[in-house]
């Protein structure tokens, strides 16, 4: 390493000597500018304001260390790294949190009897149920008040609310209907 520091401090020197000669600008003015520069870096904050009135600046605030000034830094969300150790806690955390979403969509999605037809309906798609015991979607109520088949754009509505569907029951059903 000293060896390397010789080197450097050697080429430095001839450095300044061709500024002197070059600008006439004394020697002891030039060290002391360097010793100035390298003892105490500046940094600059990086943050590009995302809103008027400054929208697309950059910040500029002086700063000790870092990208960001202690304004930006608040504002910059970290990004979480994951440990190998917590990889199966995050996984049953995870699962947990789905579990309790699918519970709150459950509960939230209400389906109403239809009294007109007396099957149970999902207001707001129209799907049809084939029970209150029996909670699978068969069916999507038409404009007639009649039952008619599932098409794909209902067994994707299906799968969006998490619906079980199956599309066997509608033949069930209307040999049902038509036995009575």
């Not at 600008?23 to 002891?28: C, F, P, R, S």
């Given at each position: 390493m000293n060896k390397l520091e010789n080197i450097f401090q050697y080429h430095t020197e001839l450095f300044f000597k061709r500024i002197n000669a070059k600008?006439?600008?004394?020697?002891?003015e030039i060290k002391r500018e360097w010793m100035i520069f390298n003892s105490d870096p500046v940094f600059f904050c990086v943050y590009t304001f995302t809103r008027l009135p400054r929208k697309g600046e950059t910040c500029g605030k002086k700063i000790k260390s870092g990208e960001y000034c202690t304004q930006h830094n608040k504002a910059i969300k970290p990004i979480k790294t994951i440990?190998?150790?917590?990889?199966?806690e995050n996984k049953e955390t995870k699962e947990k949190e789905v579990s309790k979403k699918i519970e709150k969509i459950e509960k939230l999605e209400v389906v109403k009897m239809n009294y007109k037809i007396g099957k149970y309906i999902h207001p707001p798609t129209k799907l049809a149920f084939f029970s209150k015991e029996h909670k699978v979607v068969y069916g999507k109520l038409s404009l007639q008040d009649t039952i008619v088949p599932l098409c794909d754009k209902d067994i994707n509505v299906c799968k969006q609310y998490m619906f079980r569907y199956d599309l066997d029951l509608i033949k069930t059903d209307f040999s049902q209907n038509t036995s009575k």
């Open positions: 600008y006439n600008i004394d020697m002891n440990k190998p150790n917590q990889t199966t």
